[in-house]
């Protein structure tokens, strides 16, 4: 079993590498950030929307709130100041929740019905919890990939950069 102190990090370091991205972004206008990349979710803006909006699904899951979950695909800010204060909010909350994590809630299951194909699973919670916060790692990946190729450099992902290794 994965111990809260593994989401702990995992949530930490999500709120730390979309704060960098976030940044990042900033450096290129609105109109590079929403043009089609070719990526899966089509743009920059799309792919962060899209990643807020899986944190969300999941988060109403696990707490109740939001209570009510848009349909897949659906922009959930077409302004990037709008999101990023999505982003940050949610982030914070992430972290916040994921600190209170318990061993025994982890090891419950969790019965929901998916947005993506309409299935109906009944899962660890603990399991989807790695999933909200990988599901992030994989499409922040797809994001620095193209940052290198429009020649912007995030830096280094490595967890073990996180400030709070540093001595």
């Given amino acids: 079993m994965i111990t809260s102190e593994y989401f702990r990090v995992m949530a930490d370091y999500n709120m730390?590498?979309?704060?960098?991205?976030?940044?990042?972004?900033?450096?290129?206008?609105d109109a590079e950030r929403k043009s089609d990349k070719a990526a899966f979710?089509?743009?920059?803006?799309?792919?962060?929307?899209?990643?807020?909006?899986?944190?969300?699904?999941?988060?109403?899951?696990?707490?109740?709130?939001?209570?009510?979950?848009p349909e897949l695909g659906v922009e959930l800010h077409d302004d990037f100041d709008e999101l990023w204060q999505a982003r940050s909010s949610l982030d914070n909350r992430i972290c916040g929740w994921s600190s209170k994590l318990t061993a025994e809630w982890l090891?419950?299951?969790?019965?929901?019905?998916?947005?993506?194909?309409?299935?109906?699973?009944?899962?660890?919670?603990?399991?989807?919890?790695?999933?909200?916060?990988?599901?992030?790692?994989?499409?922040?990946?797809?994001?620095?990939?193209?940052?290198?190729?429009?020649?912007?450099?995030?830096g280094t992902t490595d967890i073990p950069f996180m400030p709070q290794f540093q001595s």
């Fill in 107 to 154: 090891e419950q299951e969790l019965t929901y019905t998916s947005k993506v194909d309409g299935i109906t699973r009944t899962v660890p919670q603990w399991v989807l919890v790695v999933h909200m916060l990988n599901h992030q790692t994989h499409h922040r990946g797809q994001i620095t990939t193209i940052f290198s190729q429009l020649g912007l450099d995030v």
């Fill in 41 to 69: 979710f089509g743009s920059i803006h799309g792919t962060l929307n899209h990643i807020l909006y899986g944190d969300l699904a999941f988060m109403s899951r696990f707490t109740g709130d939001p209570a009510v979950i």
């Fill in 16 to 29: 730390w590498m979309n704060e960098r991205l976030f940044e990042l972004c900033r450096s290129i206008d």
